[in-house]
């Protein structure tokens, strides 16, 4: 009878990690956090869960669970739970659909999909990234020391420059995360198929004060301008991208280029970027359409990030919203967003998107991923092997362009290797 009862309570529990990922929740106070990791790793993870599930189930069983109802009743809630979960994991796998629809609707010059299959070794080690035929520099300074003014470079080992350059900034709600956390399957696999990746620390909040962020990541594509030739990179190439707070940065560095208030003591430097990637971004810290109600980060904000109010200290607040920074001049951007994401609001990259696409005179290319989360391509998963493959699409896409318009010959990879090297 007690293995009939443990088996109906664990299968409450995978159900509860289930309705994470598949519901829609947002509003709830101080459990947002717990219930985005559980949203997260189920969604991204769910036959990981449904393994685990299976093997504590066979367990159960083998001890007798099923000789009293609560085992019934805890097996038929599995099964369940199984079949919901397996929904949802077909559900990411219209996300390659998606995403070229998206490219081929806001971009003239995107590379042909390649269908992109994701091997079962990948899916069972979504944690181990790709290294074979990528170089790995590590904390080479690119400001003050003792600052967190350290990056990362990852370049082919059989390197032959000079390389287009992707500048990654990682998130963690301006307060928290290291450069070597974030879109590592994408920059192993740009790297892998030529591509020079920088990821760069800067000071993180409470004890930076924004736009410190700011000037620090300005201050990293500086580095990459003056030095990065060094290491292979082309500094007349240089995409930015990034996720959460990283994706809010790269915005704001694709916006405000050459602004000498976020370049103190390197104004001359040019940090002009030739694209734009942001992932899961945040766009309006004022919410100016009350995109997040009662659920508003005005608070995390004032007393972290910011160190001022909104109120008192509107105009700083609007400048760091890239929403009120767009400008015909900006760069092509590729923003993407999941509709279940219940840290950064889709609605607010929505408009953030309507905002750039009125102005711009470059492509604006919008990605809107159903069922999606906050994070989802941090690791190897379906959904993020389709979000590597639509960036590597859309960066080569505008760097075809780039070269076309400079006259410079195209030395692209097919879009086979794409594919090929999502795997």
Wanted: proline share 6%; glycine share 8%; net charge positive.
């Amino acid at each position: 009878m007690t293995a009939a009862w443990l088996f109906l309570f664990v299968s409450l529990v995978g159900a509860v990690f289930t309705a994470t990922a598949v519901l829609r929740i947002r509003r709830i106070s101080y459990l947002i956090i717990p219930y985005f990791f559980g949203a997260w790793l189920t969604g991204e993870l769910a036959i990981h869960h449904i393994a685990w599930q299976a093997v504590a189930s066979f367990a159960f069983i083998a001890m007798g669970a099923l000789d009293a109802w609560p085992g019934v009743l805890g097996l038929a809630i599995t099964l369940g739970s199984w079949a919901v979960l397996l929904a949802f994991h077909q559900r990411a796998g219209s996300t390659g659909a998606i995403f070229d629809q998206a490219l081929r609707a806001g971009l003239t010059d995107v590379p042909d999909a390649t269908p992109v299959k994701v091997p079962f070794r990948r899916v069972a080690r979504p944690f181990k990234m790709r290294k074979h035929g990528v170089e790995r520099i590590r904390n080479l300074a690119y400001g003050p020391a003792g600052h967190r003014h350290t990056l990362d470079v990852y370049r082919p080992r059989d390197l032959r420059g000079p390389c287009p350059t992707l500048f990654q900034i990682h998130g963690g709600g301006w307060t928290i995360g290291q450069k070597d956390q974030q879109a590592l399957p994408l920059m192993y696999h740009l790297a892998k198929r030529g591509w020079v990746c920088v990821a760069a620390n800067y000071r993180l909040s409470p004890r930076a004060t924004f736009p410190d962020h700011l000037v620090d990541v300005k201050r990293a594509l500086a580095w990459i301008k003056q030095h990065g030739a060094e290491y292979g990179a082309d500094p007349d190439f240089v995409v930015v991208t990034g996720g959460s707070a990283g994706g809010h940065l790269a915005a704001l560095v694709a916006l405000t280029a050459n602004d000498p208030e976020y370049q103190p003591g390197f104004e001359d430097v040019d940090t002009t970027v030739q694209a734009c990637v942001p992932f899961y971004g945040v766009y309006d810290f004022l919410d100016r359409h009350g995109v997040r109600g009662k659920a508003s980060m005005a608070p995390f904000l004032e007393r972290l990030v910011m160190k001022s109010s909104p109120v008192s200290d509107r105009e700083a607040w609007d400048k760091a919203s890239p929403i009120a920074r767009v400008h015909p001049d900006a760069p092509p951007f590729f923003v993407i967003h999941g509709t279940h994401d219940s840290l950064a609001y889709v609605e607010d990259t929505r408009h953030f998107v309507a905002a750039l696409q009125q102005v711009s005179h470059q492509p604006v290319v919008y990605a809107e991923l159903p069922g999606a989360q906050h994070a989802f391509d941090v690791f190897h998963s379906t959904r993020s092997a389709y979000a590597v493959e639509a960036v590597t699409r859309f960066v080569e896409g505008v760097r075809a362009t780039h070269q076309r318009r400079n006259g410079t010959a195209h030395d692209l990879p097919t879009p086979a290797a794409a594919s090929t090297a999502a795997r």
